[in-house]
């Protein structure tokens, strides 16, 4: 006995194949997200050549947003290479920033010093590693970063998503210190030649572009 005997030929049709159905509709899907992260890749030479722009705030605005307080602290500004993104979902920062760039310029945006490289972030942090260093420790330190990103409006946010490894990104906002309900804060980094515990930039983000080259 057909069990879809009462249904039209074309639901019939549907529910005797919808594994199939949905197996095509996974695999579409899943083709448009590995081609949306692919890297880019470039041949040798500085990529980004200009070092980050800051001017520090002593009286920077303050606001609410997103439940929480944030201070400007400085206007800034930089043009760098994406040298890997990661996103976050648990962490008690997710909420404010999704994504975090590990971001390189001057000599980290050169294929040739960065193909000498193991890079990877993990927990909010920014990680490299080399059997040979290309350059000095401190070029490198000085020239590379892991940034929070935390988007001024939804549009900010769905490119910052957007944005994939090897990409050229150019951001504009404010370095902040952001503040909880519950007593937990957030303070950004003021400077590019810090490591360790505190030394990433906190980005209030309003402006944001990316490109391949």
Same mark, same amino acid.
């Given at each position: =006995?057909n069990?879809?005997?009462?249904?039209?030929?074309?639901?019939?049709?549907?529910?005797?194949?919808?594994?199939?159905?949905?197996?095509?509709?996974?695999?579409?899907?899943w083709?448009?997200?590995?081609?949306?992260?692919?890297?880019?890749?470039?041949?040798?030479?500085?990529?980004?050549?200009?070092?980050?722009?800051?001017?520090?705030l002593?009286?920077?605005?303050?606001?609410?947003?997103?439940?929480?307080?944030?201070?400007?602290?400085?206007?800034f500004?930089?043009?760098?290479?994406?040298l890997?993104?990661?996103?976050?979902?648990?962490d008690?920062?997710?909420?404010?920033?999704?994504?975090?760039?590990a971001?390189?310029?001057?000599?980290?945006?050169?294929?040739?010093?960065?193909?000498?490289?193991?890079?990877?972030?993990?927990?909010?942090?920014?990680?490299?590693?080399?059997?040979?260093?290309?350059?000095?420790?401190?070029v490198?330190?000085?020239?590379a970063?892991?940034?929070? =990103?935390?988007?001024?409006?939804?549009?900010?946010e769905?490119?910052?998503m957007?944005?994939?490894?090897?990409?050229?990104?150019?951001?504009?906002?404010?370095?902040?210190?952001?503040?909880?309900?519950?007593?937990?804060?957030?303070?950004?980094? =003021?400077?590019?030649?810090?490591?360790g515990?505190?030394?990433?930039?906190?980005?209030w983000?309003?402006?944001?572009?990316a490109?391949?080259?």
């Open positions: =006995m069990p879809y005997e009462n249904d039209s030929e074309w639901l019939y049709w549907l529910k005797a194949r919808w594994p199939l159905v949905l197996m095509s509709v996974v695999v579409a899907g083709g448009c997200s590995s081609w949306n992260s692919r890297a880019v890749s470039h041949s040798a030479g500085v990529l980004a050549a200009e070092e980050p722009a800051q001017e520090n002593p009286d920077g605005a303050s606001w609410s947003a997103k439940e929480h307080r944030f201070k400007a602290l400085a206007r500004h930089i043009r760098a290479r994406v890997s993104t990661e996103r976050y979902h648990f008690r920062a997710a909420e404010l920033s999704p994504v975090d760039f971001l390189g310029w001057g000599p980290m945006s050169d294929s040739a010093v960065l193909g000498k490289l193991s890079i990877n972030q993990s927990d909010r942090w920014f990680h490299w590693s080399v059997l040979t260093l290309p350059l000095p420790m401190d490198i330190t000085s020239h970063a892991n940034m929070h =990103m935390i988007p001024a409006t939804k549009t900010i769905r490119g910052l957007r944005v994939r490894e090897g990409q050229v990104a150019t951001l504009d906002g404010y370095l902040v210190h952001v503040d909880g309900k519950d007593g937990w804060n957030w303070q950004s980094s =003021m400077t590019r030649d810090d490591s515990d505190g030394a990433c930039e906190v980005i983000v309003e402006k944001l572009s490109t391949d080259r």
